[in-house]
């Protein structure tokens, strides 16, 4: 079946502009989380969704960062005014809400370049 | 809070040598640990994951990993390096901390012929 998929792969933009990025889980997962990758570091936890409870935002850097989720399906990520310091790969990921034990699968990200 | 560290962040075998991948962590409550692979370019891919019914885990391409709790370790092991085993690994553990998972900074493996 198909795996968590995320658009665009690739996107360069101006410093001050507005980005938004896209992810599709795997179907039937209701967990849906977001992560933030700096060059030659680890994954930084931004946000996690799950069914129609309130989001974990508890790892959202700033106010210029937002996400949305449309029910158990696609999720956005946007982030406002871009900084250089955003440049980064967003990894989404998604698993079954049948405890942490369920392995969260990965997509391929999305490389973001800030000018 | 929960945290994990990953001794080294970049490891170097020889094509044929032992992989040892050290990852520690700290978990208030026991601990689901989880080691993933990243290939250039790519996304993460699961190499295996504890969840406390066998402290001795097996993964895909030959890994596997122990669980110590007394040493809260969680290090990764291949008896055998391969060429295609030049990637990023990343330990992560869940449990304590909502339902997100807590990355080690990585450790880069490079394999020489």
């Known amino acids: 079946g198909a795996g968590v998929s995320q658009s665009p792969s690739n996107k360069v933009t101006e410093k001050g502009k507005d980005v938004e990025l896209r992810c599709d889980p795997i179907?039937?997962?209701?967990?849906l989380y977001w992560y933030r990758q700096r060059l030659g570091q680890g994954l930084e936890f931004l946000i996690y969704f799950q069914g129609n409870s309130a989001p974990d935002k508890s790892g959202l850097p700033s106010d210029r960062f937002s996400a949305e989720r449309t029910g158990e399906s696609v999720s956005t990520l946007t982030i406002q005014r871009t900084q250089q310091e955003d440049s980064a790969v967003y990894l989404c990921?998604?698993?079954?809400?049948?405890?942490?034990?369920?392995?969260?699968?990965f997509g391929p990200g999305t490389r973001l370049l800030v000018l | 809070a929960q945290s994990v560290t990953q001794l080294g962040s970049h490891v170097s075998v020889s094509e044929g040598a032992l992989v040892l991948l050290r990852c520690n962590y700290s978990?208030?409550?026991?601990?689901?640990l989880f080691w993933y692979v990243q290939y250039p370019n790519q996304g993460l891919q699961l190499l295996l994951k504890?969840?406390?019914?066998?402290?001795l885990v097996k993964g895909i391409n030959g890994f596997e990993a122990e669980f110590k709790k007394s040493e809260t370790s969680f290090h990764l092991t291949k008896p055998s390096a391969h060429m295609s085993d030049a990637a990023e690994y990343f330990c992560?553990?869940?449990?304590?901390?909502?339902?997100?998972?807590?990355f080690g900074g990585g450790t880069r493996v490079l394999v020489k012929p």
């Open positions: 978990s208030s409550v026991p601990p689901y």
């Open positions: 179907s039937g997962h209701t967990a």
């Open positions: 504890y969840t406390s019914a066998a402290t």
């Open positions: 992560a553990v869940s449990g304590s901390a909502g339902n997100k998972l807590t």
């Open positions: 990921a998604s698993r079954f809400d049948r405890g942490l034990q369920e392995t969260q699968y």
